[in-house]
């Protein structure tokens, strides 16, 4: 008798392994033995002999339940599935049911194993693999499983008064991947916007511009005329800031975007650029040091006209990265 044990088995232990399934069918199945039966299903079918005599070329098992709720059914065919495969063989597959109770795009991988007992050896013979299921993907298994002749001669103990046995285990790998879609957009693609700000030489914190749209999102831009963050000296610079608006989680943006304060001669103030990823977590983007106060309020220099400011803002969506259900 051979020794159970869980590593795949070799062939050459014992002939009643012999022309037992064949490994072509899945470079990633093993052939194993145990001693207990099958979680899920066990299938027996009596007089096996006459479902050819019969013209029975397909037999399924009733459906049957694995973890997380998934329904499956066993299928049989005792003279091959195909004309490819030939009546040598008898072929096995675990199939998906109810497919239109799951969710829309739905997919999940699984660890399959199909069974059939052995009396002679007492134990459970049984091939075992991974596969990825999904709507166009509904059924995996071996079109090889066994050969008929192996099955059909009682001495090899698969087959005791024309009675075999079968047995399904189907384990899905619970599922917590992240999913996501990054979509890359033409950098040609900008908007610009012009922001006015109201009697600055009055602002003691921050002021806040109203939403505007670019790129079919939604932003705002902040100016502090105190300065704010690392490395700002307060009375002397004021800070600027964009701000994307609205994040839902797990999505990102990269956005090219410029900012400056405009004169009444149509100059501009020194041009900052920046590239960041925007996010839920960092949903804004600036400078500390953006600007001289002397300078915004200096009438030569024309940056504040009757105390009233203009930020030209220009965005450029780059790419954005979205969760998928």
Avoid at 27 to 51: C, D, G, Q, Y
Avoid at 62 to 75: A, Q, R, T, V
Avoid at 127 to 132: A, I
Wanted: with cysteine; net charge neutral; proline share 3%.
């Amino acid at each position: 008798m051979m020794e159970h044990k869980q590593s795949p088995v070799s062939f050459d232990q014992s002939n009643l392994m012999d022309n037992l399934p064949s490994i072509g069918d899945d470079n990633e199945v093993t052939l194993e033995t145990r001693n207990f039966s099958p979680a899920h299903l066990l299938f027996k079918i009596e007089s096996f002999s006459l479902l050819s005599e019969n013209g029975i070329d397909k037999i399924e098992s009733s459906e049957f339940e694995s973890n997380d709720n998934y329904k499956w059914k066993l299928i049989i065919y005792p003279n091959g599935r195909n004309t490819v495969d030939g009546a040598n063989h008898v072929s096995a597959y675990l199939a998906v049911e109810n497919v239109s109770n799951l969710e829309a795009g739905w997919e999940f991988n699984a660890v399959v194993s199909i069974f059939l007992f052995n009396h002679k050896l007492d134990k459970y013979v049984f091939k075992k693999g991974q596969r990825r299921f999904h709507i166009i993907n509904l059924e995996w298994g071996f079109s090889k499983f066994i050969k008929k002749e192996t099955l059909m001669d009682p001495r090899n103990g698969y087959l005791v008064n024309d009675t075999c046995v079968f047995g399904a285990e189907v384990f899905v790998v619970k599922n917590k991947r992240i999913r996501e879609c990054l979509s890359i957009l033409k950098a040609t693609n900008s908007y610009k916007h012009e922001l006015e700000v109201s009697k600055f030489s009055e602002l003691e914190n921050e002021w806040y511009s109203e939403e505007f749209n670019a790129g079919d999102h939604k932003w705002k831009v902040s100016v502090y005329p105190k300065a704010k963050g690392n490395g700002a000296q307060p009375g002397i610079q004021a800070s600027i800031f964009l701000h994307k608006v609205g994040f839902s989680s797990g999505k990102k943006i990269k956005a090219h975007f410029s900012i400056c304060m405009k004169n009444k001669y149509g100059k501009a103030s020194s041009k900052r650029l920046a590239n960041h990823w925007f996010s839920a977590s960092s949903s804004s983007y600036g400078w500390p040091s953006c600007i001289l106060v002397a300078d915004i309020i200096d009438p030569y220099k024309g940056f504040s006209v009757e105390d009233h400011c203009i930020i030209e803002v220009e965005i450029s969506i780059q790419a954005v990265l979205r969760g998928l259900p």
